[in-house]
């Protein structure tokens, strides 16, 4: 069945690199995607990436992707405050079929 | 233009009691998805819909139903709320021969006690 797996706490100083990382099952997933939600707020798509891409960077987030060992990891440069949220790993066949979820990593950021 | 609305914000509601939310799609989306997220967890997949007819369902009892509009609007109905039903139901809107994902409301807080 599908599963994805986080770990649920991350604490860096401001200025540091953050990495969540995130595990998935379901090999045939083709989409995955981090989402952020900062509290009491819906979710935001921070970035998306297809399975047969390795990495993919936006600003100050870089994608990594091992296929092999189904590993997502989030990098954020430069970390500030205003990252402080929780970061969702998700996980679809398509772009349109239901999203998988993980738990969520709460990020802190130490000023 | 304009995100995805969710109505009401929060709700507070009695054990077998039924409730009724909201959502209003993206401009230019026609798929409209509902997730629960349970304090502490993950959203979980309810139901999608697509052209007003149920396009998916995940582990949720049939007394989670839903509705799409012919303007791609959605609601949720809950009937017999259990305790466990307090969570944020969160709608989603895409388009549906798009790759790029879907947009999520700021979601609705129900309560049951």
């Known amino acids: 069945g599908e599963d994805v797996e986080q770990s649920l706490f991350l604490s860096v100083r401001e200025g540091d690199s953050s990495v969540i990382n995130c595990t998935y099952t379901d090999s045939s997933s083709t989409y995955l995607y981090w989402y952020k939600q900062e509290p009491g707020a819906g979710l935001q798509l921070l970035t998306y990436i297809f399975s047969n891409m390795d990495m993919k960077q936006d600003q100050r987030l870089t994608v990594l992707l091992n296929k092999k060992d189904k590993h997502l990891s989030l990098r954020i440069a430069d970390t500030q405050t205003g990252d402080s949220a929780i970061y969702f790993c998700a996980e679809s066949f398509s772009g349109n079929t239901p999203l998988v979820f993980g738990k969520g990593t709460r990020l802190s950021v130490i000023a | 233009e304009t995100g995805v609305t969710q109505s009401p914000t929060h709700l507070i509601k009695t054990r077998g009691q039924q409730v009724t939310l909201r959502c209003s799609s993206q401009?230019?989306?026609?798929?409209v998805s509902w997730y629960q997220q349970a304090l502490g967890q993950g959203p979980q997949f309810i139901f999608q819909?697509?052209?007003?007819?149920?396009?998916g369902r995940g582990n949720f009892p049939p007394r989670f139903s839903g509705l799409q509009f012919p303007n791609y609007s959605s609601e949720l109905n809950v009937n017999a709320l259990e305790l466990d039903d307090s969570a944020l139901y969160l709608c989603a809107s895409s388009f549906r021969d798009s790759n790029y994902g879907y947009t999520f409301g700021s979601g609705t807080r129900l309560t049951v006690v």
């Open positions: 401009s230019g989306h026609n798929t």
């Open positions: 819909y697509y052209r007003e007819e149920e396009n």
